[in-house]
T-cell receptor
């Protein structure tokens, strides 16, 4: 099954600064999902990436899937206090499996106003 | 559409006691998952149902955990007997083939279990 490493574990930024979290796999991924979990909340789906080199944007969030489909990143421009939470990547248990996902350990983001 | 419903929200039990959690997925979602999330960690998949059949329970500690999804809708997860290390949030999620690519999993609010 797929294993994924997520870095950094924690990130503290001043409001307005940028933030990036990375998800790295030793094997090729068919797809990758990103979730956000607010403190005390449950994971909420953000996006799914499927194509090599894919870049998707959601307002201040930019998601990238590497050319080799072994890594992915989530970049937040000009963070706000509402961005506080833990960001998880999730990868399928087996290649070409869209039905069963393993979650990374997450990057906890704290934004100081 | 209504979200994934879970109950109870919180549960405190003593070790060796039994506990059960309930989940009602989004209507029409054939796939249902139970995840365990220990504080500071990512969710860990315990079991996956497709309709009322188990697809994957490879990470379910079967000596103490059991789950069922009668009639392919609601599901219950049971722990008997509980251990201290079972303290975690138990998350239920559902998805459908059509929804998965655009909406991923939809998680419920979870049940926070504390074993003392």
């Amino acid at each position: 099954g797929q294993q994924v490493m997520q870095i950094p574990q924690y990130q503290h930024v001043q409001e307005g600064e940028d933030f990036t979290t990375y998800c790295n796999s030793s094997t090729t991924l068919s797809n990758i999902q990103w979730y956000k979990q607010r403190p005390g909340g449950h994971p909420v789906f953000l996006i799914q990436l499927v194509k090599s080199g894919e870049v998707k944007k959601q307002k201040r969030l930019t998601f990238q899937f590497g050319e080799a489909k072994k890594n992915s990143s989530l970049h937040i421009t000009a963070t706000q206090t509402t961005d506080v939470g833990t960001y998880f990547c999730a990868v399928p248990k087996h290649e070409y499996n869209f039905n069963k996902f393993y979650f990374g350990s997450g990057t906890k983001l704290n934004v100081k106003p | 559409e209504a979200g994934v419903a879970q109950s109870p929200r919180y549960k405190i039990i003593e070790k060796r006691q039994s506990v059960a959690f309930w989940c009602n997925p989004i209507s029409g979602h054939a796939t249902l998952y139970w995840y365990q999330q220990i504080l500071g960690q990512g969710p860990k998949l315990l079991i996956q149902f497709q309709n009322n059949g188990v697809v994957d329970d490879s990470q379910l500690p079967k000596d103490r955990f059991s789950a069922e999804r009668l009639k392919g809708v609601d599901s219950t997860l049971k722990i008997q007997p509980a251990k201290l290390e079972d303290s975690a949030v138990y998350l239920c999620a559902s998805s459908s083939v059509r929804a998965r690519a655009n909406y991923g999993y939809t998680f419920g609010s979870g049940t926070r279990l504390t074993v003392v």
